[in-house]
Nanobody, 132 residues
Framework: QVQLVESGGGLVQAGGSLRLSCAAS????????MGWFRQAPGKEREFVGA???????????DYADSVKGRFTISRDNAKNSLYLQMNSLKPEDTAVYYC??????????????????????WGQGTQVTVSS
């Protein structure tokens, strides 16, 4: 049974940092696209960023414009884990953050996968609150 479990959310002041983690289990995710999405109160869930396999042992990360330069996605395949380092946080970053995985048997995607409907597995989410 595939499971994604997020952790690391919390309350932080504007300008601060948080690091979210996502622990994946149930199978190997090394070629899967692993992404982060978020949903603020009263808004639709939106793409934050994702990291995709680009051949061999290489990966490439894509980001939403709103977080580019502030957030960094990384993964540790040995631990089946995904991370989101969030720096220079703003009140508008307040949301529930979700980890997601898009199954991939070996396709080399040339573009970011930003559509949440493409993702097969989801975590329960972790709350991030940024106070002003």
């Amino acid at each position: 049974q595939v499971q994604l479990v997020e952790s690391g959310g919390g309350l932080v002041q504007a300008g601060g940092s948080l690091r979210l983690s996502c622990a994946a289990s149930g199978r190997t995710f090394s070629r899967d696209i692993m992404g982060w999405f978020r949903q603020a109160p009263g808004k639709e869930r939106e793409f934050v960023g994702a990291i995709r396999w680009s051949g061999g042992s290489a990966y490439y990360a894509d980001y939403a414009d709103s977080v580019k330069g502030r957030f960094t996605i990384s993964r540790d395949n040995a631990k089946n884990s995904l991370y989101l380092q969030m720096n220079s946080l703003k009140p508008e970053d307040t949301a529930v953050y979700y980890c997601a995985a898009k199954y991939n048997s070996g396709t080399l995607y040339a573009q970011a996968r930003t559509d949440q409907n493409e993702y097969d597995y989801w975590g329960q989410g972790t709350q991030v609150t940024v106070s002003s």
